[in-house]
């Protein structure tokens, strides 16, 4: 135990300057500009915003191209599915979201995403010579840490936000968050411009890109600073400064390990997150389809022409573009709240439905499932372009109604417990989407669309449910242990 400790001790050492000196400049440049302690919480949000987006427009445009990139290496040795690795992802991320608020408790929100974001990296380097094995393994670890991220992603997020401006902080994380659909989808439409194969050259040039992005989004995390007025992040992180062979801390970290994972089990059950888990269940399976099948969908259109692959990235930028307006609007909206978070969801749903009948007369039924050499069939009306990418849009625009929604009624109804609260979001959405990766091997379009139709519209007369209930929920009391 004396040589661990030795050995811990100086790898924490090392850890710790290593921190310090990415710092320096961010303290000089606060003290300069003497912040306030709110203008020092936007900056944090800014900041988490920042280091997402950049993480995100990696594995987001990975996501986007996986299938396609992985169809044209099904005639080598590799037999993997973009698919299959999806649902694996979200299958271990759901289950994982039992224990990631233990983890964010112990370990802190800011450590937590550092070494999730490192797996992030790990997973999307895996294409540069991707194996069979390796694919699958990396598809179970960054499921654990996704979970882990995203716990400490919501958490960071409402210890850096108060009633008022939640709302507002929740639609600038997400139009940061959502930028990541822009950029790296960009580049793959220009790179993959008229071609109607993917080369091992084109494939390895975009990973080696996608990876150094990915990293630098990581190292960004040291960048967000302790708020100085909140009680609550001095007691959810893990003090840095305290030895890890120090009994009582020991402790300490395991009793609020198991504290959180209670918590997080009691608010499985309470009436509100069952609600809401309706809600959320709906986000999982369109993030599903807008992140990985309807990409494939229209690489899969041989009337498209030459320009099918390249489509798969200026898709992904419209369904950005729909993502930041929608994002950023919704969070200058949130500023007044008069009106609630209803009308925004009800725009959301009103979108979505419009968008699923577009798709349903445009794109050919079996295109979710089509083989390398796509498919010839067309649906009700010859395949459009221009309006294969203005569903893009409309399916950014939809979600980013129910995501910046869902963010701030979590954030309003659990500000002084976040951690438990979104565990269990991303714990429904995450099992929803692992549903939906496995059934988009076999489901023509038009049942994947009714499914999301149905849910949606439950999902919809839920949310409203708990918003009705909402304000009356926190004046009583959050505590859900005697609920």
Not at 8 to 19: A, E, M, P, T, V
Not at 178 to 184: K, T
Request: net charge neutral.
């Amino acid at each position: 135990m004396s040589v661990f400790s030795f050995l811990c001790q100086n790898l924490k050492g090392s850890f710790k300057r290593k921190i310090e000196l990415l710092r320096t400049e961010e303290d000089n440049f606060l003290r300069k500009n003497k912040m306030s302690p709110k203008s020092k919480k936007l900056f944090n949000i800014i900041m988490l915003g920042v280091a997402f987006m950049f993480m995100f427009t990696a594995f987001q445009t990975c996501g986007n191209v996986a299938q396609t990139v992985i169809t044209n290496l099904n005639n080598t040795n590799f037999h993997g599915s973009g698919y299959t690795s999806m649902a694996i992802i979200y299958g271990v991320f759901s289950a994982s979201n039992l224990i990631s608020p233990s983890v964010v408790a112990v370990v802190g929100p800011q450590l937590s995403m550092f070494v999730s974001g490192l797996f992030y990296s790990i997973y999307i380097a895996v294409f540069i010579q991707p194996f069979t094995w390796s694919f699958y393994t990396a598809s179970v670890f960054i499921g654990i840490a996704a979970a882990v991220i995203w716990t400490a992603q919501g958490n960071c997020l409402t210890i850096n936000s108060d009633e008022n401006t939640i709302g507002r902080n929740s639609g600038i994380f997400w139009a940061l968050l959502q930028s990541s659909l822009f950029f790296g989808n960009l580049y793959i439409y220009f790179a993959w411009r008229g071609k109607t194969h993917i080369s091992e050259s084109d494939r390895r040039t975009v990973f080696i890109a996608l990876t150094v992005l990915s990293l630098v989004g990581t190292f960004l995390f040291f960048l967000i600073r302790k708020p100085e007025e909140s009680n609550t992040l001095e007691e959810e992180v893990s003090s840095t400064d305290e030895s890890i062979v120090d009994n009582a801390s020991v402790q300490s970290k395991a009793t609020r390990a198991v504290d959180a994972f209670k918590r997080s089990i009691k608010l499985y059950f309470t009436k509100e997150i069952l609600l809401l888990s309706v809600t959320t269940a709906y986000t999982g399976l369109e993030l599903t389809f807008f992140s990985g099948v309807y990409g494939t969908c229209i690489g899969a259109v041989n009337r498209f022409g030459t320009e099918e692959k390249s489509l798969i990235g200026l898709s992904g930028i419209f369904i950005g573009i729909g993502e930041i307006l929608g994002g950023g609007f919704f969070g200058l909206v949130n500023k007044d709240n008069r009106f609630g978070r209803n009308p925004v969801v009800m725009l959301g749903i009103v979108v979505h439905f419009v968008a699923f009948y577009l798709i349903f007369y445009n794109i050919p039924n079996d295109a979710p499932i089509a083989s390398f050499e796509g498919t010839d069939n067309s649906a009700y009306i010859n395949p459009s372009k221009e309006l294969a990418i203005f569903c893009s849009f409309l399916l950014g625009l939809g979600d980013s109604c129910f995501n910046t929604q869902l963010l701030s009624i979590l954030g309003f109804l659990y500000s002084e417990d976040s951690a438990p609260a979104f565990a269990v979001f991303k714990f429904v959405q995450s099992i929803c989407a692992a549903v939906a990766f496995y059934y988009s091997n076999y489901l023509l379009l038009q049942w994947q669309l009714l499914i999301m139709a149905v849910v949606g519209f439950f999902g919809t007369i839920s949310f409203f449910t708990v918003e009705w209930e909402a304000a009356a929920f926190v004046a009583r009391g959050s505590d859900y242990r005697s609920i």
